[in-house]
């Protein structure tokens, strides 16, 4: 039988590296549009994939509401965000408990709009985003990650101004770097990733909605 990517539990389901909610259902697409090609999984324990649900959950309400987010990104959000807050109220006030009115651009509209700037778990979205490359890198090599980690998320804006100059560097020497890699995934309007290994450690550099990218690095352990 097969053990879990995370642990040596047995793998009792498969989970999908990125989140599945992430990716529209043909419901919410036009007519013939297919965001759900060959979905990347990986066998999975019960404590790795159903029991961290309402974290793929939450990592897909930042996503598709993100400022970054494209308007594939943003239809998720009208659609079937909009369905879970209809259904759960709560979860509207667990996303915006702590907001400011902004004006915002989005990357795919020239207009301006009123938006709301919202205070994100930033140590959430780093462990739910950590263990989607480690999934990925599971994936891509068969083994299990053990070692350091460290997550850069472009997505998010700190109020630190010098944090968020190292991060805006970080991501840029990142995207050069890859410049010239090749992008994997089926469906890279939703999200696609570019990966490298060197004896000492790997890199993801991953992107959703188009524009909303993050880097994940592990530093191998001898």
Known sequence: MRSCYMCESDATSVEHAPPK??????????????????????????????AKSHDDEYLFHVLSASFTSSNVGLQQFITKVRRAF????????????????????????????DGLAVSVRGDRLDTILGNCARALDFHETTNKFLGLMRVITAFT??????????????????????????????????????????EHSATFLMCFYSHSKVVVKFDKVA
């Open 21 to 50: 909610c992430l990716f529209p259902e043909k419901k919410d697409t036009p007519k013939g549009t297919d965001f759900r090609k060959n979905l990347i999984t990986v066998p999975s324990c019960d404590l790795h994939n159903s």
């Open 86 to 113: 209809e259904r759960n109220p709560s979860l509207v006030s667990a996303l915006t408990q702590t907001s400011t009115s902004v004006t915002l651009r989005r990357q795919d509209d020239p207009e301006w709009e």
């Open 157 to 198: 804006m700190y109020t630190d101004s010098i944090r968020q100059k190292a991060v805006d560097v970080a991501m840029q020497s990142t995207e050069s770097f890859y410049a010239d890699h090749l992008a994997h995934g089926d469906n890279p309007e939703v999200f696609w990733y570019k990966f490298a290994e060197s």
